[in-house]
């Protein structure tokens, strides 16, 4: 690891980010970080970030910042905005341009409705990693995965917004044995084939056919919610409201959202695959955010979690476990959250000063302690 040299205060660094992605890991890693950083001090430092969602062709607007960075960048126009950033503002202003992504952008399964898109500018992708500076990512699996084409790039974990989700309030907490289990499962669509990609043959997704089929034996048993994409197979149980359905909302609703589907158990299936290698541990943030346990898949995002499964049949017999007594229920999440407390909210542990200091590796520096 190369040694970082201490920026002595006082030192300013301002930064702008083109943000492709308004909804998911857009907010998630550069809209919020931003707001916290602007209203974070630190004694010397002056810090201010700031996005754009189309590009500025004014070299003075690029005078003053200390660098420019695209998120999730990957078609040919966008590739054509960063050569010509390259060639006509870089060479003028000294402004170096980063790129940041939260997910794997090629090596998608065909079951994924954004596949397609994505598989065909692979090659697009790869030549925008070899022109920038470096390259802000999620998970070390990912850094693995993009070196290849840039080997200037930095891990900045994900993180919640606690003055957004709240107080973590358990929810095993005088809960009677008796009453009917909830489980909850929450993700976007790209989980699942789409009706129009099964209506083509393509079928798969991040639930095996086997838990598709313990969700349909048990409806009676226990209360399974789904909130946002589902499989196909579960579509007609859903519209009969068997399954309890919540559809997808805008990201600022979704910790209240999700508190008031007051779900006990919470369950994040992964498919294995490379791209779902390349992902964060996000669920596992959201559910411990929640208060409640949940059971993974036992794979890269969520290695280090408590109650993870191997294979479906292991993962069924979790969740019966966890549905079966609230005392069980109760020493998984503590155990859960003993895994994930230092990462879960942006403003603790310095979580903060570490998304900055990232940032200031890839140019070899950091803030002083």
């Given at each position: ?150 080997d200037n790039i930095v891990v900045i974990p994900n993180h919640l917004v606690k003055s957004i989700w709240g107080d973590i309030k358990v929810k095993h907490e005088n809960e009677p044995n008796e009453k009917k289990p909830r489980i909850l499962y929450f993700g ?182």
């Open positions: 690891m190369k040694e970082l040299k201490v920026l002595d205060p006082p030192a300013s660094f301002h930064y702008t980010v083109y943000i492709a992605d308004f909804q998911g890991c857009g907010y998630i890693r550069v809209l919020l970080p931003i707001a916290l950083v602007n209203q974070s001090q630190f004694k010397g430092y002056s810090i201010r970030g700031s996005y754009n969602s189309t590009f500025i062709n004014d070299i003075r607007f690029y005078k003053n910042l200390t660098w420019v960075q695209f998120q999730r960048a990957y078609t040919e126009a966008h590739l054509k905005t960063i050569k010509h950033y390259t060639v006509n503002v870089s060479k003028v202003t000294k402004t170096p341009i980063l790129y940041e992504i939260d997910d794997l952008l090629f090596d998608i399964p065909k079951w994924n409705y954004a596949a397609g898109h994505y598989n065909k500018n692979a090659d697009t992708v790869k030549k925008i990693l070899d022109l920038v500076r470096g390259v802000t990512c999620s998970t070390e699996k990912l850094k693995e995965a993009y070196s290849e084409y840039n976007s669509s790209n989980h699942f084939s789409t009706s129009q990609l099964v209506k083509g043959g393509i079928r798969g997704g991040d639930f095996s056919p086997e838990l598709i089929e313990f969700i349909k034996k048990t409806v009676t048993k226990y209360q399974w919610i789904i909130a946002g994409g589902f499989p196909e197979e579960l579509k007609l149980l859903i519209s009969h409201g068997v399954i309890e359905y919540h559809p997808w909302q805008p990201i600022l609703y979704i910790p209240n959202y999700l508190k008031q589907i007051d779900a006990d158990i919470g369950i994040a299936p992964l498919e294995q695959n490379n791209f779902n290698e390349c992902k964060s541990n996000i669920k596992a943030l959201e559910y411990s955010a929640l208060g409640i346990p949940a059971v993974y898949t036992n794979i890269e995002p969520y290695k280090d979690m408590k109650c993870t499964c191997d294979t479906t049949s292991y993962m069924i017999d979790r969740i019966e476990s966890l549905a079966a007594s609230v005392d069980i229920r109760k020493q998984v999440y503590n155990d859960q959250y003993e895994v994930v407390k230092d990462q879960l909210f942006w403003e603790e542990n310095g979580n903060i000063k570490k998304y900055i200091n990232a940032y200031l590796s890839l140019f070899g520096k950091k803030m002083r302690d």
